[in-house]
């Protein structure tokens, strides 16, 4: 499948609200000091599906949560930015459930979502150490969390992922002709810039990292000194998979499924990574490299930065999948039925009015078409 990885952090749940009309919908209240507070209400009709404040207000809190967190914004700042962002927060609501109402649509793309939740559910209960998903479950709830909702979060996320991937990313890489592609190369040749890697990785785990930074120099000066790299990678490099250290059959090369060099575009490696090989010739040893585990040497095994087919489809799909996606979720709201509850009509009509306007603009900005056989 085309662009099939769906692993990433999910965003918020989304509760299940169906035929409800915002004329009929009573506000459920609670008591608080005689002052009522609504609990939930609708928000947005979307076809057959109805956005929740519940959801919304969840929504709300983790953007703040990313706001103080990850940007280092006070909490009052937070609070004022996630109240300026409302309307497109609530875009944001509206096109997750066209996506998954489309994404039920496309023929055998539910059931392949959900084994990719069961996947992942079944990944992170191993890397927790855990055997059976009832152990997780338990696990969950003393965290106070709940092993539905993660496995709902987990379905919604992958299901926009694939949807886009399907109805969008897929059309752009397929659609561009060799003479687009080969054009790009030309114009960008610096972007294709590839490498086949070996590395040793050296694991933190039970040392001190002065202790680890020290033979990683050793091991570097070894193999710029003469050692043979694949040799040194058997003998010391940490990396395992299933219990079994890796470089023992792959001599630190990373290769594909099929065991043939892996070809990595420089332009996309972690940066760190990048940075520590972009020099380097074929046969060149990188100066030990920091991760999070431990320390990577790396090894160029070739340089290259010919026309690679797939490599030219892929970077022009990233580039224009932004444009490329927002085009489809204004044409999935221009056709759906959206109709904003009273309350929030003034945040979220602009919205769509903006939809029509844009839309008006690129057909008229287009080239008159001419009846078939007419002359000009």
């Given at each position: 499948?085309?662009?099939?990885?769906?692993?990433?952090?999910?965003?918020?749940?989304?509760?299940?609200?169906?035929?409800?009309?915002?004329?009929a919908a009573p506000r459920a209240l609670a008591q608080e000091e005689g002052t009522p507070t609504v609990l939930d209400e609708p928000v947005a009709q979307v076809n057959g599906d109805v956005i929740m404040l519940s959801q919304l207000?969840?929504?709300?809190?983790?953007?703040?949560?990313?706001?103080?967190?990850?940007?280092?914004?006070?909490?009052?700042?937070?609070?004022?930015?996630?109240?300026?962002?409302?309307?497109?927060?609530?875009?944001?609501?509206?096109?997750?459930?066209?996506?998954?109402?489309?994404?039920?649509?496309?023929?055998?793309?539910?059931?392949?979502?959900?084994?990719?939740?069961?996947?992942?559910?079944?990944?992170?209960?191993?890397?927790?150490?855990?055997?059976?998903?009832?152990?997780?479950?338990?696990?969950?709830?003393?965290?106070?969390?709940?092993?539905?909702?993660?496995?709902?979060?987990?379905?919604?996320?992958?299901?926009?992922?694939?949807?886009?991937?399907?109805?969008?990313?897929?059309?752009?890489?397929?659609?561009?002709?060799?003479?687009?592609?080969?054009?790009?190369?030309?114009?960008?040749?610096?972007?294709?810039?590839?490498?086949?890697?070996?590395?040793?990785?050296?694991?933190?785990?039970?040392?001190?990292?002065?202790?680890?930074?020290?033979?990683?120099?050793?091991?570097?000066?070894?193999?710029?000194?003469?050692?043979?790299?694949?040799?040194?990678?058997?003998?010391?490099?940490?990396?395992?998979?299933?219990?079994?250290?890796?470089?023992?059959?792959?001599?630190?090369?990373?290769?594909?499924?099929?065991?043939?060099p892996r070809w990595f575009l420089v332009s996309e490696l972690n940066p760190a990574i990048s940075s520590a090989v972009k020099d380097l010739k074929a046969g060149g040893i990188s100066d030990p490299v920091k991760t999070e585990e431990?320390?990577?040497?790396?090894?160029?095994?070739?340089?290259?930065?010919?026309?690679?087919?797939?490599?030219?489809?892929?970077?022009?799909?990233?580039?224009?999948?932004?444009?490329?996606?927002?085009?489809?979720?204004?044409?999935?709201?221009?056709?759906?039925?959206?109709?904003?509850?009273?309350?929030?009509?003034?945040?979220?009509?602009?919205?769509?009015?903006?939809?029509?306007?844009?839309?008006?603009?690129?057909?008229a900005a287009a080239p008159a078409k001419t009846e078939k056989g007419k002359k000009q």
């Amino acid at each position: 499948m085309f662009l099939n990885n769906l692993k990433g952090r999910a965003g918020l749940l989304a509760l299940a609200a169906l035929a409800l009309t915002f004329a009929a919908a009573p506000r459920a209240l609670a008591q608080e000091e005689g002052t009522p507070t609504v609990l939930d209400e609708p928000v947005a009709q979307v076809n057959g599906d109805v956005i929740m404040l519940s959801q919304l207000k969840r929504q709300n809190e983790e953007f703040k949560d990313v706001l103080v967190k990850q940007r280092g914004m006070s909490p009052a700042d937070a609070d004022k930015e996630v109240a300026a962002k409302q309307s497109e927060i609530i875009l944001n609501l509206i096109n997750e459930a066209l996506l998954m109402q489309k994404g039920k649509d496309i023929p055998r793309l539910p059931e392949e979502v959900e084994a990719e939740v069961n996947r992942e559910v079944l990944r992170v209960a191993k890397s927790s150490g855990l055997t059976t998903l009832e152990e997780l479950e338990a696990a969950m709830r003393r965290e106070g969390m709940s092993l539905s909702d993660v496995r709902e979060t987990l379905r919604r996320q992958y299901m926009r992922q694939a949807v886009l991937q399907r109805e969008v990313d897929a059309k752009v890489y397929f659609n561009l002709t060799d003479t687009e592609l080969r054009a790009y190369h030309a114009a960008n040749r610096q972007k294709f810039l590839s490498v086949t890697i070996s590395e040793i990785f050296l694991n933190l785990a039970g040392r001190s990292e002065a202790e680890l930074k020290a033979k990683a120099d050793q091991l570097v000066a070894q193999a710029r000194g003469g050692a043979d790299f694949g040799e040194l990678a058997v003998k010391n490099s940490e990396r395992e998979q299933g219990g079994v250290r890796v470089a023992a059959k792959t001599r630190g090369l990373l290769s594909d499924a099929e065991g043939k060099p892996r070809w990595f575009l420089v332009s996309e490696l972690n940066p760190a990574i990048s940075s520590a090989v972009k020099d380097l010739k074929a046969g060149g040893i990188s100066d030990p490299v920091k991760t999070e585990e431990g320390y990577m040497i790396l090894r160029v095994n070739e340089r290259d930065d010919a026309f690679k087919e797939n490599f030219v489809r892929g970077v022009i799909t990233q580039e224009r999948s932004e444009k490329e996606h927002e085009a489809y979720l204004r044409g999935l709201r221009q056709e759906a039925y959206i109709k904003p509850a009273e309350g929030y009509r003034a945040i979220v009509q602009p919205a769509l009015e903006k939809d029509k306007s844009e839309t008006a603009s690129k057909e008229a900005a287009a080239p008159a078409k001419t009846e078939k056989g007419k002359k000009q």
